[in-house]
């Protein structure tokens, strides 16, 4: 990270970040709660931050670094055609702190014959 942290740096960081899923919750909402604190301090937008918060920060980049990594197949009814499902469920999941809440919601799909490739 080049030059001072500021609030404007925090977030601009932060929003760079297209999660419609949920996948990365883990490693953004630390992210989104720090700037929440900074806002709870009435720190300017271009007011340099603390060096503990700064510090706190640097620790969360090095989580962000490692997300670019992670990829995750997904596919719906991948060579199935509608009529050829024998079951389907929905799974939903939802969790709350007094920091944070959140929920997803899958389906899977179980066709009646076995499709041989992967998705």
């Given at each position: 990270m080049d030059g001072t942290l500021t609030k404007r740096k925090l977030l601009s960081i932060t929003a760079r970040f297209y999660d419609p899923?949920?996948?990365l919750s883990p490693v953004i909402l630390?992210?989104?709660c720090m700037f929440q604190e900074i806002c709870w301090l009435k720190i300017g937008w271009?007011?340099?931050l603390s060096e503990e918060l700064s510090s706190r920060w640097k620790e969360?980049?090095?989580?962000?670094?490692?997300?670019?990594s992670i990829a995750v197949p997904r596919c719906i009814l991948d060579g199935v055609e509608v009529g050829d499902i024998k079951s389907s469920q929905l799974y939903g999941f939802a969790d709350a702190s007094k920091s944070a809440y959140g929920g997803n919601v899958y389906i899977t799909v179980q066709p009646l014959i076995p499709v041989l490739h992967i998705c």
């Open positions: 899923l949920g996948l630390p992210l989104k271009d007011e340099a969360l980049l090095e989580d962000m670094e490692r997300v670019s």
